[in-house]
């Protein structure tokens, strides 16, 4: 355990912006967290994993918390699955990079989602037809106001669209030490959306390392790399509205895309598509722009302010709600 005072948070968060926490403790093993909070009693406290869906705006006055420990243990095996325990400092693409190498389908469409393992069930993250809900089978964590380590099972974390009861009832409230994963030993690819199908074929074929690298190829074409221009991925997330409203806008603008919702007769609609549509795809202000190739993400040019970005967001919220009288929520932590 490492705990560090008066921490600048530049390097810790992937919008790099410049802003201080009065202390952070890493630790490495779950066991380690009694102890930490003996020691240090904070009043306030909340989990920064590896900074990648969040905005600070402001200093920290409280106790950052930050997983590390690495560990990857096989618990359960049959001929057909594998269950996985992965501790929450992991990197999420590791995980992704272990699982191809043993020849392990699940999470290959998740390929490159920047983040830690602990991370990736607070908001269930997500793409190409995949979620991390799709995998998950529990999640370990700790809880400071009884002192109790908890498992929770998946039927119980309340997943949805990046959604969970970690960013709910459970909201600053656990910290997350490990996830349990079931992954097949039998192939299931998933292909289905947007152009994976066709960089998949490209390649040779439906093998995990096909899809791996056809994903990855994808994401680094459309996504800035965070270790070049900061950014936290989605900035925004997809609205999902009644059908009603999908198809008055879909009959004055029919190539919008349109993604169907189970249940409850809702449809998901695209918002990187209303912002591009909206003539922001690239626009800038100062240091804070939409980026030129996928206009979900914004992105700090370098030097801006959590302030500058919420401000800037505002605005193409506002431009969107303009145009096409739909609200879009910010994905991203804000702080
Ligand atoms: N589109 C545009 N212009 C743009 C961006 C998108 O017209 O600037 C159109 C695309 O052509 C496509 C549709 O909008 O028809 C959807 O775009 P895309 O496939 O790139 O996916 P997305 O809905 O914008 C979501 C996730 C991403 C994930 C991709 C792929 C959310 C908030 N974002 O983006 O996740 O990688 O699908 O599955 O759901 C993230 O969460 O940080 C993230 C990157």
Redesign the pocket.
Known sequence: MRIFEHIDLLQRNSFHVAQRAARLAEFDKAEELPTLFEQCRPEKWMVLSGGNNILFTQDYDGLLITPCGTDIEIVAENEREVEVEAEAGLEWDDLVQWCVERNLWGIENLSL?PGKVGAAPVQN?????VEAKDAIRSVTMFVPESGNFLTLAAEHCAFG??ESVFKQNLRGKVIITSVRFRFSKEPNPILG??DVIREVEARGGATLKNIREAICDI?RA??PDTAVLGNA??F???PVVDIEVAERLRSEYPEM?LYPVAGEGKVKL????L???SGL?GYREGSVGVHE?????LVNYGGATGGEVIAFARMVQQRVKERFGIEIDT?VNIL
């Open positions: 989602i993250i997500g793409a190409y037809g669209y990046r959306y947007g994401r459309k996504l991925g989605s925004f997330k997809n895309p695209a918002s990187g598509w912002i591009d549509k795809k190739r996928q206009a979900l993400v994905e």
